[in-house]
């Protein structure tokens, strides 16, 4: 998922488990948990302004990670930094500052 958002354009990407990190304790539903996998990911040229990633998974089961029920971010986008609690969210904007050429795709009309 998250290379075919950032692909070539990453200086480093640093994965991790655990507690969640991109929490908001006045919203509930950002609270976060103690089981997340998240990501760092140094954009090349911009070591400033690196990105963090996590997916809220509910408790383990059996050993496994449980079913993943939220996505949090906290990246530059051209208007700065900006927490994003959308995959596609994340993945427009990030593209959008860091691959060159990227256009906005276009949309459909739902039916």
């Known amino acids: 998922m998250v290379n075919d958002v950032v692909g070539d354009t990453a200086e480093s990407i640093t994965w991790r488990g655990g507690k969640c990190d991109l929490v908001n304790e006045l919203n509930p539903l950002d609270a976060g948990s103690d089981w997340c996998g998240g990501a760092t990911i140094v954009p090349k040229g911009h070591p400033k302004e690196p990105a963090e990633i996590e997916v809220y998974f509910e408790k383990p089961v059996g ?49």
Request: proline share 8%; aromatic share 20%; net charge negative.
């Open 63 to 111: 050993g496994k990670p449980g079913k993943p029920y939220a996505f949090r971010a906290v990246n530059y986008d051209v208007d700065g930094l900006d927490y994003k609690r959308d995959f596609l969210d994340f993945d427009y904007a990030y593209r959008q500052k860091y691959v060159p050429g990227f256009e906005r795709p276009e949309t459909r009309d739902c039916d």
